[in-house]
């Protein structure tokens, strides 16, 4: 499998030799620009940070009446929306590309509504725009990265969504607009390492999706633009850290408000289970809050056989507190990632309340998503037609490789293997800018 990279031609609208590589993650995004030949440098793009969280926030404060609502970005987002701002967090965008909701509107306050697909377009020229005050010009030329598969076994869908971020990218003034796999970016920064040719299987486990490819690296084949040959093969599951957010917080927060819960009667089935799984879901929590779905929810009091548990789902409704409790599960998730046993505060539900969560409570819930993963690798090097022991190095990338079990359980079945680990957040960023070189050089 290889990714659709229109072959780089003249553009009227940019006669320079600026442009830029962008990694528009689930989770964290980077732009890298070109520096010396081979290499790359990473814009600061906040706070003298190489990356940003994927993060937009609509916000009405300090605006007109009926004026379009302001928007943060990244770090300065999340902080508005943990400050208690009035307004709507937007995070994940890049899950909702090959689905129907990335034509849809969604309501951002003050009256207004935008398309995903614009708001995906305003994320970029953000980026955009950062890159340009770096290179001290208009940029019309991109390299974008993206997952192996935005969408699993749906090979329309999957050529749909990365039509939709061309057309993002395209909006946001981008003429010339180069694809490359996350993956293979990955590939390209651990080459720049290497003292002679091996076989790597390059595993990027980042918000939305992971993603491995085998591909053959070593120093005398990092200047071929065409590395086709080298590709062994390519896979991925749409399972990743975004998904590991969801379980914990199915397994350790939402129980207290309900999820799982019986009726009054003894051998009642479960209360229904679909608002559940909308408060884990970032991009479906604000289905939760319009009012023909508060007032379906308000009535279903009474297939509680604990009262208190609806009360608490209600005042998570009702004071709009999905995000809030998707990012405490969220930090549960890294602070047992780093093996520690999590106490997640709930007050915000109820007075008191806390939640506790210890290393086997989370790997339980994550089991068949790990497990996922870990094939997915496997199966990737039996679609290269080598032995497992033929690969010399397992190359880690990615926000979700931070969690050691996942981390340890991809490089099991490959006992012959080192391990390497990237930069987490800045790999891919740094492999495309290397690739965007090629493209356009």
């Given at each position: 499998?290889?990714?659709?990279?229109?072959s780089?031609?003249?553009?009227a609208?940019?006669?320079?030799a600026?442009?830029?590589?962008?990694?528009?993650?689930t989770?964290?995004s980077?732009?890298?620009l070109?520096?010396?030949?081979g290499q790359v440098?990473?814009?600061?793009v906040?706070?003298?940070?190489?990356?940003?969280?994927?993060?937009?926030f609509?916000?009405?404060?300090?605006?007109?009446?009926?004026?379009?609502?302001?928007?943060l970005?990244?770090?300065?987002?999340?902080?508005?929306?943990v400050e208690?701002?009035?307004?709507?967090?937007?995070?994940?965008?890049?899950?909702?590309?090959?689905?129907?909701?990335?034509?849809?509107?969604?309501?951002?306050?003050?009256?207004?509504?935008?398309?995903?697909?614009?708001?995906?377009a305003?994320?970029?020229?953000?980026?955009?725009g950062?890159?340009e005050?770096?290179?001290g010009?208009?940029?019309?030329?991109?390299?974008?990265?993206?997952p192996?598969?935005?969408?699993?076994?749906?090979?329309?869908r999957?050529?749909?969504?990365?039509?939709?971020?061309?057309?993002a990218?395209?909006?946001?003034?981008?003429?010339?607009?180069a694809?490359?796999?996350?993956?293979?970016?990955?590939?390209?920064?651990?080459?720049?390492?290497?003292?002679?040719?091996?076989?790597?299987?390059v595993?990027?486990i980042?918000?939305?999706?992971?993603?491995f490819?085998?591909?053959?690296?070593?120093p005398g084949?990092g200047?071929r633009?065409?590395?086709?040959?080298?590709?062994?093969?390519?896979?991925g599951?749409?399972?990743?850290?975004?998904?590991?957010?969801?379980?914990?917080?199915?397994?350790?927060?939402?129980p207290?408000?309900?999820?799982?819960a019986?009726?009054?009667k003894?051998?009642?089935?479960?209360?229904?289970?679909?608002?559940?799984?909308?408060?884990?879901?970032?991009?479906?929590?604000?289905?939760?809050?319009?009012?023909?779905?508060?007032?379906?929810?308000?009535?279903?009091?009474?297939?509680?056989?604990?009262?208190?548990l609806h009360?608490?789902?209600?005042?998570?409704?009702?004071?709009?507190?999905?995000?809030?409790m998707?990012?405490?599960?969220?930090?549960?998730?890294?602070?047992v990632?780093?093996?520690?046993?999590?106490?997640?505060?709930?007050?915000?539900?109820e007075?008191?309340?806390?939640?506790?969560?210890?290393?086997?409570?989370a790997?339980?819930?994550?089991?068949?998503?790990?497990?996922?993963?870990?094939?997915?690798?496997?199966?990737?090097?039996?679609?290269?037609?080598?032995?497992?022991?033929?690969?010399?190095?397992?190359y880690?990338?990615?926000?979700?490789?931070?969690?050691?079990?996942?981390?340890?359980?991809?490089?099991?079945?490959?006992?012959?293997?080192?391990?390497?680990?990237?930069?987490?957040l800045?790999?891919?960023a740094?492999?495309l800018?290397?690739?965007?070189?090629?493209v356009?050089?």
């Open positions: 499998m290889s990714a659709n990279l229109p780089p031609r003249a553009s609208t940019a006669p320079d600026r442009f830029c590589a962008i990694d528009f993650g989770s964290n980077a732009i890298a070109p520096a010396a030949p440098r990473l814009v600061n906040e706070a003298g940070q190489p990356t940003m969280p994927t993060a937009v609509y916000t009405m404060e300090g605006q007109p009446a009926h004026g379009e609502p302001r928007r970005y990244g770090r300065a987002a999340l902080s508005a929306y208690g701002v009035e307004g709507r967090l937007m995070r994940s965008m890049k899950s909702v590309l090959g689905s129907s909701l990335v034509e849809q509107a969604t309501d951002v306050g003050g009256g207004s509504s935008v398309k995903f697909l614009d708001i995906i305003g994320y970029l020229r953000h980026l955009k950062l890159a005050a770096e290179a010009g208009p940029i019309h030329r991109a390299v974008l990265g993206r192996v598969f935005f969408v699993d076994d749906d090979p329309e999957d050529a749909a969504a990365q039509a939709a971020l061309a057309a990218a395209r909006q946001v003034g981008f003429d010339e607009i694809f490359q796999f996350e993956p293979i970016a990955a590939a390209l920064d651990y080459e720049a390492t290497t003292t002679h040719e091996q076989l790597v299987l595993a990027d980042g918000g939305g999706t992971s993603d490819s085998v591909v053959r690296v070593g084949r200047e633009l065409d590395r086709s040959q080298d590709l062994l093969a390519s896979h599951v749409h399972v990743a850290g975004t998904d590991f957010d969801r379980h914990i917080e199915l397994a350790a927060v939402l207290l408000a309900g999820f799982k019986r009726g009054p003894p051998g009642e089935r479960e209360v229904p289970s679909k608002v559940y799984f909308d408060l884990a879901t970032w991009h479906l929590i604000n289905t939760v809050y319009t009012p023909q779905r508060v007032m379906e929810l308000r009535s279903m009091k009474k297939f509680y056989a604990d009262e208190r009360t608490r789902l209600m005042t998570l409704i009702d004071d709009r507190l999905g995000h809030a998707m990012a405490e599960a969220e930090a549960a998730k890294i602070t990632a780093g093996g520690q046993a999590a106490h997640i505060d709930l007050y915000a539900l007075r008191g309340l806390s939640a506790e969560l210890s290393e086997p409570h790997m339980a819930a994550l089991e068949n998503d790990l497990e996922r993963i870990v094939q997915a690798g496997v199966e990737t090097v039996r679609m290269a037609g080598v032995l497992p022991d033929a690969i010399e190095a397992v880690l990338t990615g926000g979700s490789t931070g969690l050691a079990p996942l981390a340890q359980r991809i490089a099991a079945p490959f006992s012959r293997a080192r391990t390497v680990r990237g930069d987490r800045a790999s891919v740094q492999g800018g290397l690739h965007a070189q090629r356009f050089r």
